[in-house]
């Protein structure tokens, strides 16, 4: 390996202005789970790392009556240990718990996994599925962006030169809401997902119909997805098993995985609806108990 640079800004501005001096020399360093592995082997090849978590702003997560905001750099123990986001998030919890086994929990970041913009990210599906929203900071200032929007091909996402992710926010959850994360993986853990599904719901004041549903896919596309069609079509039924077979079919069709070593392609579609109906069936569970 040859040497790198370290820096560790202690602000934002500090961060922007480094990122933005060095452009695709320069690679954020949070918790380095992906990155110093890739840089080890040789498969990223930059002069520096700009490790950003001496910001305040960057590891702190916060939860009130609005919403949580989650800084960037935040390890997953963090928020799945937290008693707020335990009790109102667990489809997040169900993503950050998985994410590889303890000793990368506690490093490893939920921006890292979304910067890091593998199809297969267990974390991307999860916040599609919840409505997060990235909080991007960059030499012109603050911009946001749909977390669907983020990744734009494998390992590609929508950070323009000298931007850095500085959070992730996600709505408070609203009455009668229930979310959920699976993956399917060969092994019982810390493997690559060959299938993953995020599904959050919204039931009416009788516990009864569904009002709102959201459906996030992973490894099926070069990108993560949001399949609109699939989570319309369950809003206005009581989910019921003709609704819960349509939705995970028209999941099923807006995917378009690749065969590789982990599974081919029909079956990767087949996982699909299996995994969107188990899926749906804990949020919609979760949902008549909140
Ligand atoms: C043993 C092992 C098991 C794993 N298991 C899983 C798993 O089960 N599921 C899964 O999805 N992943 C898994 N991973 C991959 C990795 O742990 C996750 O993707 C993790 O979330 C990455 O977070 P990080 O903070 O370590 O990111 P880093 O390695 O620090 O960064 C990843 C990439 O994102 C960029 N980046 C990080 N933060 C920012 C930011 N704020 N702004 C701009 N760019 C940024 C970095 O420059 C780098 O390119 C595993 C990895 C290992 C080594």
Redo the contacts with the bound molecule.
Sequence with gaps: MKDIDYAAPKTLAEAVALLDGKGDRA???????????QVREGRRDIDVMVD?KRIPDLTRLTVDANGLRIG??TPCCDIYEHPEVKKSYPGLVDAAF???GIQ?QS???????L??SSP????IPALIALGAVCVIAGPKGERELPVESFCVSPGRNA?ARGE??AAIKISAPRTGSGAAYLRFIPRNE?D?AVVGVGVSVVLDAAKSKVVAARIGLGAVAPTPLLVKDAADALVGTTADDAAVENAASLAQAAAKPISDMRGDADYRKHLVAVLVKRTLAIALERARKS
């Excluded at 490093?107 to 996994?113: D, E, M, T, W």
């Design positions: 690679r954020v360093l949070a918790g380095g789970t992906d990155l110093i592995v950003v960037a750099a998985l994410i590889g990368i490093r490893a970041s939920l921006g890292g996994n910067c890091n297969a990210g267990d974390a950070l850095l992710l810390m690559i």
